[in-house]
C-alpha cells in the first residue's frame, strides 16, 4: 500500500488511485496514416519495465487529476511524481 | 531408468529406511550447445521439454531456470483446474489440457492429484445469468461438459454458500463443470522434471538468463550467469517475467505484469468439497487436501515485480468470502502471498512464434495459467519442434494484436484461475 | 479436579478469581492471569492434542504464540467455535470449553494412531507415489481418505454473531513488542515529543524480564523486574503515547503501512461479551517503526524429542515463575546454552528436583556456578538419545557425545523424569521484519539470522536483532533509539547494568544418536510431524532449494509457520548439503505473523455493508408500490411491479403493452450523466464519439456511440446541447463512473490544449421517463407553459421548464421508440416529481415500468443495449449502425482500430433479429445458433443477446449476433438447446414501426 503524492493533494494512501499504466506514449496524431503494425504498437505493446518506469496515475476518489509517478517496478519505491505535461524530473 | 513409484517401491524402500531412493532429476552444469533451450522451469516450460523429448524426440535440450523449479506461479497459484471457456479457441486449447490431465499421474508416474471435486461459477445479477448460459451452451456444443445450476442446484451442490435472496448479491444460479477440479501445483511441476530428466532433459537451477545472443532475425544462443549456452531454438516460458526476456531479444510485448495474491486457512477438516467461483463478488475457494482453504484474490492494477500486492485486495477478497460463506468468520488466514502475473489486453495466452527465427513466446496467462500446464507444454512444444503452432494454438498468435483478431475472454477469465 | 501443580504464589494472577472450564468435556480450576495452557498444566496435563500426520500424543511445549501442539478447538460446538486456538496464548474465562482436535475417539486413545505404526512405510512426499492407479481411486477412495484424516479443527458451521471493526491510526513512532526494550524505546520516543503507539501481544507490558525474579539481574541496583515495572509505570502518564495490550501485530507491509489485531473480548466469558466487538483490526501509518518482537527459544533434535512433557526450558520458567505452575516434579533440562540455566535455578528455587544433561564440556559463567552451588547435578557432554512414555514422557536415556560431537560413546544411562526442558539457543524474530522487506544477514557465533538493510524507516532492537544479554538489550536499544530518533541524551543514559555473561552455545542442528537415522524419530516441524530423516530423504531425492525441501516434506507449513522448526531445517540442509548456514537464505516469512481471523480483517464490511447500495431518489415510492428490484452495478432499478399474484413474465407484458397504448413511466436516473462545459466542447465530443457534433442545434439532442481505442462498442447515450459551450452526456448506467475517468484521461493526457471542463452529475439529477401515444398530454398537463407540438419541440431536442418553480430540463428523447420525454431535476425533487407525473398521468392510466420491460420496449425496436447485445468485441459496423460512424472526421477513439484486417472483415458476428418457427417459442438469452447441427465438430455462429414474447407482436422475438448475419438474412439457422433443437429464421433487428412513426403519434 503506497502512499503517493499527488501533486494537487499531497500525500494519499494509495486506495484513493487508480493506475493508468506505462506514461509518455503518445497518442499519435495521424493514426489513419499508420499500418496495422505502427498501430498495435502504440495500441498494445509496453515496456512493462522491471525497474524504473514512468507512469500515470488518477486520483480517482480525490482531485480527479491525472499525473505521472516514476516507480521502481522491482520494488515499488516511488521516486517522482510529477503533473501531465511536466518533464520527468528524473531519466 | 528411474525408479518405479508405486506402494510396492515405498513398502521396499521402507526396509532400508528410505535411503535408497534414487534423485527425482539431476542437477547438471549445462552443456556449450543444446538444440532447444526453455527459458523458466515451472509447470509449462518444465511441460514443454517433456513433451519435446517424448512426442518430438528431441534430446538435446535443457531448461534454465532463475531460481528453483515451480518456485514462480506453478508453486503460488491457487490450481483450479478447467475448461469452461467461452470461444472455440480457448475451449480447445484448455479442454486439451484437461483431457491430459486425466491422465497425468499415470503418464508422469507422479501422483499430480489431480482431484475432479467440479467447478461451479455463481451468477450474482442478470448479465451474469446471460453470460454463464451463453458459456454453457458454447460448451456443451464444444462436447465441453457443462450444467447450469439453479440457485437451489447450487445450494444443493455446496450447502456451506449463502443463498439467501437478501444478501447483497444473491446467487441467481451458476454453472457447473463436473470435470474440473483442482491439483497439487508443485507436485505438477516435480513429475514433468522427474519425467524430462528421465529422458536427459538437462534442468538447470539458479541460472539466471542475461541476455539473448541474436544474429539478426536468428537466435545464436542465451547468456547466463553460468555462461554463454548456444542455440537454435529458444522457447521462452517465463510467467510474470516473459517483457524482461522479451526486451532482451528486442522485442516487445503486449504484456503488463501484475501482483496478484492469494492465501489459505488454517487447516480444518473437510468442510467445502468442491470449487466455486464467483467473478461478480469475486471470491474463489476451494480446500486443499490438508484442509487449508484456498482462496484466490485479485490482481492490482498496476505494474509491479514484488510478488506482493496490496492490502485492500485480500480484504475485498475476504469480505466477499464472508458475503457467500458468513461461516467462515471465525476462521484464521494463515498465510498469504503474491506472484506475478503477465496479463494480455484480451485476457487470454501468447503460444507463439516472434519475428525472430528460433525465439518462441509462451505467455500472457494472466491469473489463469496453471490449467492448461499440460496443454501449453504439448502445444509449446509443438511449435517449437515444427517452428510452426499446432491447430490448437493457432489463434494465441502474436499476430492477433495486429490484425485485431482477438481472442476475448474476460468474462471467463479477466479475474478467474 | 485439583491444581495439583500449582506450586508457588505469584503476583501474575488474580487468586482470588477461580475460574472454572471445560477441556475435553471435563471440569477444570484455574485463576484469572492464567492461560489455557497454564491452567492444564496447574492440573497435571500435558497431552492435549494428536499431530497432524502420525497422530501421535503431543503435550504443550511452548507459552507463547510458536505453540506447535496445544492446539484445541475452543467454544463447544456453538457459534462461538474457534478451531486451531493456541492453548498457551488463550486467556482463561469463566466457562471456557476447549477441546483437543484431530483425534477420535478421544486425545487419549485415537484410531489415528495407527498412521504411528505404518509410518516406516509413508515418508514425506509418500503420496506423491503411490495412490495413482487405479486412477479413479484417487477421487472416490484415497483422497477422501487423505482429507479426513487431515485438517485439524473444525470449520464453524453457523454465521458469527461477534462484531469486528477497523481502526486506521497515523504515528510518528510504533513500537512493535513489550518487553524491556519495547518499554524503554517507547518511553525515549514518547518524551522527546513524538506521536507513540506501543502495542504488546500480551495482557500486560514487561516481556520475560517482568518475571525476572534473579539477584544475578540488576539495573541502577535494582532486580531487572523491579527497575522494569517502575519503568512500565511511568509509561502511563504520557499523554502522546499510546498502549495497546492484547495487540499482535499480523502485518508489516511496504510504505511502513501496519497491520494489527486487537483483541477485545476473546479472554471474557460469554457473559461480558454482549453485543460487543470481538476484534479490532490497526491500520497503522507510522513514520518510523521499532520492532522490539524478541527472540524465541530453539528445541533440540533428537530421537522421539516429541512426547508430552517435553518443553522449552524458558517457556518451562514461564510456567513457575509467572503462574507458578510446576510442569513436573522430576526436570531434566537438556541444554547447549547458559540461558536454561536461568530455569534451572527458578525450578531449584521452588523446592524441585532438577538435573541438566548439557552437549557442551563446560560453562564457566556465574549461572553455571550457581547451579553447581545449589547442588544441581550436570550431565556435561551428553546428549539425550532416547525418551520413553507414550502420553507423558517417563524417562529417557542420554549418552555422551564423541569429541566432535558427530556421534554417541559410552554406555546409556537412563534417566526418570516427567518433563523434559529443551534449550537449542534463540531465534531473533524478524519475521515482520523480512515482510516489510528488509534482507537478513546471518551471525556465525550463535547461528542467528539479523536485521540487515531494511526498506522502510525502521530499526529493530533488544533481542530481535540478536542482543540476549541484559545490559547488551538495554544499552544497544538506547543507543540505537537515539540514532535513529536523533536524540543527544535520555534518562536512561548511565545506567548501571550487572548481568551474567553467558558463555558460548555448541551449536548441533541433529544430535547424534546409537541408532541409524532410519530408526529413529527426530523431530523438526512437530505439527506436520517432520523429521529430520524427512530432510535428508527429500535432499537425496534431489530437492536442494530450501523452498523445496520445505514444500516437500511440509516443515514449517502448519499453523505456526515454522517459527520453532525452520532454523533447523535450515542447519540439516547446510549440513546435508556441505554449504555454508547463512549462504542458503531463509524461506520466505509470509504475513501474517500469526493466524489472523478473517472476520478482523474485513471488519464491519459484512452484510448490509458489504458494499454501497445506491437507490434512486424515487426508490422510496418503488418499493412502496412493490417493485422487484434488479441489481445494477451498484443501483437498485425496479425491474417490474407486479400487481396482485403477477408474476414477472405477466407484469412486464401488462406493463409493456400500456406503455405503447397510453403512458408508461420509468425511473432512468441511474444513467450517468457528464456535464460538459468550454469552449472546446463540441470538439471533444467529435473526438469521443463516432459521429459529428459540431453541427449540432443548441437545444438539440443526439445520440452518441463511443468506442475504445481498440474500436469496439464501449458506451453509448444521448448527448444534448444546452448551449454553445455546454452540454449534458448521458452514459449507461453500469459505464458511467469509467466512462468519465476515460474522458478525464483523453482530456488531461491527450488533449489538454482543449478547453473543456467535465462534472459527474449522475447523483444531482433524477430522471423520469414518460413514453406512449398520451405522453404529450401528461407532459402538457405538467408544464402549461410549454407548447408541446412538434415544430416547437421536436423529436430529438430539449426545452429549459419550471415545475412549480423547480428547474427542470425536459428532453424529447426515446428508447422505446414511443413519443417519449424525460424529464430531470434536482435530485431532492425526484421523489415529488415522480408523484406528480403518477397523479397528473392517472387518467391516461400512467403505468410505471421497470428495466426488464424497458429491455423488451427497446429490443421491439432494435435498439441495442451495451454490455447485453455487445461484448466487448461488436464495432459499429458488427451492430449494423454504419450510420453513425462518421466518414469525414479525420480521427475519433477507436477510428483506425475498425479499419485493422480483422476488424474489416465482412464475415464478422453482426447484429440480427431471429423468429422463431414457433411463436410462442422464446429463445434463452445466450443460446447458441447454428447453421448444421449435424456438423462435427459443430461449427457455432453466435448466440442470442436478447429475446423475449413481444406483447405488442404477439409473437417472440430475440436479437443475436451471428457469423456473417447481414447476409444471411431469411436464412434459416438452428439452436440447438439440451433437449430440442429450435429452428428460427434470420430476420431485420428492428421488429416495430421501422417507420418510426410513432415517435411522433
Not at chain 3, 82 to 92: D, I, K, M
Not at chain 3, 105 to 116: A, H, K, L, Q
Not at chain 3, 709 to 729: C, Q, S
Request: hydrophobic share 35%; net charge positive.
Amino acid at each position: 500500500m503506497f502512499i503517493i503524492n499527488c501533486p494537487f493533494c499531497g500525500e494519499r494512501d494509495q486506495s484513493e488511485f487508480s493506475a493508468g499504466g506505462e506514461a509518455h506514449i503518445i497518442r499519435p496524431k495521424q493514426p489513419t496514416e499508420l499500418s496495422d503494425d505502427e498501430w498495435a504498437d502504440f495500441l498494445f505493446m509496453r515496456k512493462n519495465i522491471k525497474g524504473i518506469q514512468f507512469e500515470r496515475w488518477y486520483h480517482a476518489h480525490g482531485c480527479r487529476k491525472w499525473f505521472n509517478v516514476v516507480r521502481d517496478t522491482s520494488n515499488d519505491k516511488i521516486h517522482a511524481v510529477y503533473k501531465m505535461g511536466e518533464k520527468p524530473p528524473i531519466k | 531408468m528411474k525408479n518405479n513409484y508405486s506402494i510396492i517401491s515405498l513398502l521396499k524402500n521402507s526396509l532400508s529406511y528410505h535411503e535408497n531412493w534414487q534423485q527425482a532429476w539431476r542437477d547438471p552444469e549445462p552443456k556449450k550447445e543444446y538444440d532447444a533451450v526453455i527459458v523458466g522451469g515451472g509447470g509449462h516450460g518444465l511441460a514443454t521439454a517433456f513433451y519435446l523429448a517424448k512426442k518430438h524426440k528431441m534430446k538435446n535440450i535443457a531448461v534454465v531456470e532463475k531460481g528453483w523449479i515451480g518456485g514462480g506461479n506453478t508453486g503460488r497459484n491457487t490450481t483450479i483446474i478447467r475448461s469452461n471457456y467461452l470461444w472455440d479457441a480457448s475451449a480447445g486449447l484448455y479442454d486439451h489440457a484437461l483431457k491430459i490431465w486425466e491422465n497425468l499421474s499415470l503418464e508422469l508416474n507422479y501422483n499430480v492429484m489431480f482431484s475432479q471435486r467440479g467447478v461451479m461459477n455463481l451468477a450474482h445479477n442478470l448479465q451474469d445469468v446471460r453470460d454463464l448460459k451463453r458459456r454453457t451452451h458454447a460448451n456443451r456444443l464444444n462436447g465441453i461438459d457443462a450444467e447450469w445450476l439453479s440457485t437451489e442446484e447450487v445450494k444443493k451442490f455446496c450447502p456451506i454458500i449463502n443463498t439467501s435472496p437478501n444478501i447483497r448479491y444473491p446467487v441467481l444460479g451458476g454453472t457447473l463443470q463436473r470435470r474440473a477440479g483442482t491439483a497439487r501445483h508443485d507436485a505438477v511441476a516435480w513429475g514433468y522434471a522427474r519425467g524430462a530428466d528421465e529422458m536427459g532433459v538437462d534442468i538447470i537451477q539458479n541460472c539466471e538468463v542475461k541476455g539473448i545472443k541474436r544474429n539478426g532475425d536468428n537466435v545464436e544462443g542465451i547468456e547466463t550467469i553460468k555462461g554463454f549456452i548456444k542455440t537454435k531454438k529458444i522457447g521462452v516460458v517465463a510467467a510474470g517475467h516473459s517483457s524482461v526476456i522479451a526486451n532482451m531479444a528486442g522485442i516487445r510485448l503486449p504484456l503488463e505484469s501484475k501482483p496478484l495474491q492469494a492465501l489459505v486457512s488454517e487447516p480444518v477438516k473437510p468442510i467445502i468439497d468442491t470449487v466455486v467461483m464467483s467473478n461478480a463478488v469475486h471470491a474463489y475457494v476451494s480446500q486443499s487436501d490438508k484442509g487449508e482453504l484456498v482462496i484466490g484474490a485479485g490482481t492490482d492494477a498496476y505494474v509491479s515485480y514484488t510478488q506482493r500486492g496490496s492490502h485492500n485486495i485480500v480484504e475485498g477478497t475476504l469480505k466477499a468470502i464472508l458475503e457467500l460463506y458468513p461461516i467462515f468468520s471465525r476462521m484464521k488466514m494463515l498465510r498469504q502471498w503474491g506472484g506475478i502475473v503477465d496479463i494480455c489486453p484480451d485476457a487470454s495466452p501468447i503460444i507463439s512464434k516472434t519475428s525472430i527465427k528460433g525465439l518462441y513466446f509462451n505467455c500472457g496467462w494472466g491469473t489463469g495459467g496453471f490449467k492448461a500446464t499440460p496443454g501449453s507444454g504439448d502445444l509449446f512444444a509443438h511449435t517449437i519442434a515444427n517452428d510452426e503452432p499446432h491447430e490448437l494454438n493457432a489463434a494465441f498468435n502474436i499476430n492477433r494484436f495486429i490484425s485485431g483478431d482477438l481472442v476475448d475472454e474476460h468474462g471467463a477469465a479477466a479475474v478467474a484461475h | 479436579m485439583s491444581e495439583s501443580f500449582r506450586s508457588s504464589e505469584t503476583k501474575f494472577l488474580e487468586k482470588t478469581i477461580r475460574i472454572s472450564f471445560k477441556f475435553n468435556g471435563k471440569t477444570f480450576y484455574g485463576y484469572k492471569g492464567d492461560t489455557l495452557a497454564s491452567a492444564l498444566l496447574s492440573n497435571g496435563i500435558h497431552l492435549v492434542g494428536r499431530s497432524f500426520k502420525y497422530h501421535r500424543p503431543r503435550g504443550i511445549m511452548t507459552c507463547g504464540s510458536e505453540e506447535p501442539n496445544a492446539i484445541v478447538q475452543i467454544g463447544g460446538n456453538g457459534v462461538f467455535t474457534e478451531p486451531n486456538v493456541r492453548a498457551t496464548e488463550q486467556e482463561l474465562y469463566e466457562g471456557l470449553e476447549a477441546t483437543s482436535q484431530n483425534c477420535w475417539p478421544s486425545v487419549e486413545f485415537d484410531i489415528g494412531g495407527i498412521n504411528n505404526l505404518i509410518s516406516p512405510v509413508i515418508p514425506a512426499g509418500f503420496y506423491y507415489k503411490t495412490f495413482m492407479w487405479p486412477k479413479k481411486f484417487w477421487y472416490s477412495l484415497y483422497e477422501p481418505a487423505i482429507r479426513k484424516s487431515a485438517g485439524l479443527g473444525k470449520s464453524p458451521t453457523q454465521p458469527d454473531p461477534e462484531l469486528y471493526e477497523h481502526k486506521y491510526i497515523h504515528c510518528d513512532v510504533l513500537v512493535v513488542g513489550g518487553g524491556i526494550s519495547g518499554v524503554i524505546a517507547a518511553n525515549i520516543s514518547a518524551d522527546n515529543g513524538n506521536n507513540t503507539l506501543l502495542i504488546n501481544d500480551k495482557s500486560s507490558l514487561g516481556g520475560s524480564t517482568i518475571y525476572q525474579d534473579d539477584q544475578n539481574y540488576k539495573i541502577n541496583e535494582k532486580i531487572s523486574s523491579d527497575w522494569l515495572n517502575n519503568e512500565i509505570n511511568n509509561l502511563k502518564n504520557k499523554e502522546n503515547l499510546t498502549i495497546l495490550n492484547r495487540t499482535s501485530l499480523a502485518a508489516y507491509h511496504s510504505y511502513n503501512f501496519l497491520l494489527a489485531r486487537e483483541n477485545i473480548s476473546d479472554h471474557k466469558s460469554l457473559n461480558e461479551r454482549s453485543n460487543q466487538l470481538r476484534q479490532r483490526l490497526w491500520k497503522i501509518r507510522a513514520k518510523k517503526v521499532i520492532l522490539a518482537t524478541g527472540a524465541i527459544e530453539r528445541p533440540l533434535i533428537f530421537n522421539n524429542n516429541d512426547r508430552p512433557g517435553v518443553m522449552l526450558a524458558s517457556s518451562v520458567k514461564k510456567y513457575i515463575d509467572h503462574y507458578g505452575v510446576r510442569c513436573g516434579n522430576k526436570n531434566v533440562i537438556f541444554t547447549n546454552n547458559d540461558t536454561s540455566y536461568e530455569t534451572a535455578l527458578s525450578l531449584n528455587k521452588k523446592g524441585l528436583n532438577v538435573s541438566v544433561i548439557d552437549i557442551r564440556k563446560n560453562s564457566s559463567s556465574k549461572l553455571v556456578q550457581s547451579v553447581k552451588k545449589n547442588g544441581i547435578k550436570i550431565y556435561w557432554n551428553h546428549t539425550v538419545v532416547d525418551t520413553k512414555g507414550y502420553r507423558k514422557i517417563k524417562s529417557i536415556q542420554i549418552m555422551q557425545l564423541s569429541d566432535d560431537g558427530s556421534n554417541v560413546t559410552g554406555k546409556k544411562i537412563n534417566l526418570d523424569c516427567d518433563c523434559l526442558s529443551l534449550s537449542g539457543g534463540w531465534t531473533p524474530m524478524v519475521h515482520l521484519f523480512t515482510q516489510s522487506g528488509g534482507k537478513l544477514k546471518f551471525r556465525d557465533e550463535d547461528q542467528v539470522f539479523l536485521p540487515n538493510t531494511a526498506m522502510s524507516d525502521q530499526i529493530s532492537i533488544g533481542s530481535c536483532n540478536g542482543d540476549f544479554e541484559l545490559d547488551d538489550v538495554v544499552n544497544n536499544t538506547i543507543t540505537s533509539i537515539k540514532k535513529f530518533l536523533d536524540i543527544t541524551s535520555t534518562s536512561f543514559d548511565n545506567l548501571n547494568i550487572h548481568c551474567p555473561k553467558q558463555k558460548e552455545n555448541r551449536n548441533i542442528w541433529l544430535l547424534p544418536n546409537d541408532k541409524p537415522l532410519g530408526k529413529t524419530k527426530p523431530f523438526l516441524d512437530f505439527q506436520n510431524d517432520s523429521t529430520a530423516k524427512d530432510i535428508k530423504l527429500a535432499m537425496r531425492e534431489g530437492f536442494r532449494s530450501i523452498e523445496h525441501v520445505k514444500r516437500y516434506t511440509t516443515t514449517g507449513m502448519g499453523t505456526d509457520q515454522g517459527k520453532l522448526a525452520n532454523m533447523h531445517a535450515l542447519g540439516i540442509i547446510s549440513e546435508a548439503a556441505g554449504v555454508k548456514m547463512g549462504s542458503l537464505g531463509t524461506t520466505t516469512f509470509r504475513p501474517p505473523y500469526t493466524p489472523l481471523t478473517f472476520g478482523t480483517i474485513v471488519g464491519r464490511g459484512v452484510g448490509t455493508f458489504f458494499d454501497i447500495t445506491r437507490k434512486t431518489p424515487m426508490h422510496e415510492w418503488h418499493v412502496e408500490n412493490k417493485a422487484e428490484f434488479e441489481n445494477v452495478g451498484q443501483w437498485k432499478r425496479a425491474w417490474f411491479y407486479p400487481k396482485g399474484n403477477e408474476n414477472m413474465h405477466q407484469a412486464v407484458q401488462r406493463e409493456s403493452k400500456t406503455a405503447r397504448e397510453s403512458a408508461g413511466i420509468l425511473d432512468a436516473s441511474t444513467l450517468g450523466k457528464i456535464d460538459i462545459k468550454g469552449t472546446d466542447a463540441s470538439e471533444f465530443l467529435n473526438r469521443v464519439y463516432t459521429n459529428a457534433w459540431s453541427k449540432l442545434g443548441i437545444g438539440k439532442c443526439r445520440y452518441g456511440l463511443m468506442l475504445n481505442e481498440d474500436g469496439m462498442v464501449y458506451d453509448d447515450g444521448v448527448t444534448t446541447r444546452l448551449g454553445e459551450n455546454h452540454y449534458i452526456m448521458t452514459t449507461t448506467t453500469g459505464g458511467a463512473a469509467n466512462v468519465l475517468s476515460k474522458l478525464e484521461d483523453y482530456l488531461q493526457t491527450e488533449w489538454p490544449e482543449l478547453d473543456v471542463w467535465l462534472t459527474s452529475v449522475t447523483d444531482q439529477y433524477a430522471t423520469a421517463s414518460i413514453c406512449g401515444p398520451n405522453s404529450k398530454n401528461i407532459l402538457k398537463k405538467l408544464f402549461p407553459s410549454i407548447e408541446f407540438n412538434d415544430e416547437n419541440f421536436p423529436h430529438m431536442s430539449f426545452k429549459n421548464a419550471k415545475l412549480d418553480n423547480v428547474d427542470c430540463r425536459i428532453m424529447r428523447i426515446s428508447f422505446t421508440g414511443e413519443h417519449s420525454y424525460e424529464i430531470n431535476i434536482d435530485s431532492k425533487y425526484g421523489k415529488s416529481l415522480w408523484e406528480k407525473c403518477m397523479e397528473t398521468g392517472k387518467e391516461y392510466n400512467i403505468t410505471p415500468y421497470g428495466t426488464e420491460t424497458m429491455h423488451l420496449l427497446r429490443a421491439e425496436k432494435g435498439f441495442i443495449i451495451v454490455g447485453q447485445d455487445t461484448d466487448g468485441t461488436m464495432t459499429p459496423i458488427d451492430l449494423q449502425m454504419d450510420w453513425i460512424v462518421s466518414k469525414k472526421k479525420y480521427d475519433f477513439i477507436g477510428k483506425r482500430s475498425l479499419y485493422r484486417s480483422d476488424t474489416m472483415r465482412e464475415d464478422r458476428k453482426q447484429l440480427v433479429g431471429l423468429i422463431t418457427d414457433d411463436p410462442n417459442e422464446v429463445l434463452e438469452e445466450g443460446a447458441q445458433i447454428v447453421r448444421d447441427v449435424k456438423k462435427k465438430p459443430i461449427e457455432m455462429l453466435g448466440h442470442v443477446t436478447s429475446s423475449y414474447f413481444s406483447p405488442n407482436l404477439n409473437k417472440s422475438i430475440a436479437l443475436a449476433v451471428v457469423r456473417n448475419g447481414k447476409k444471411l438474412k431469411g436464412n434459416k439457422l438452428y439452436v440447438p438447446m439440451k433437449n430440442k433443437t429450435i429452428n428460427v429464421t434470420v430476420s431485420d433487428y428492428i421488429f416495430y414501426d421501422k417507420e418510426n412513426k410513432r415517435l411522433n403519434a
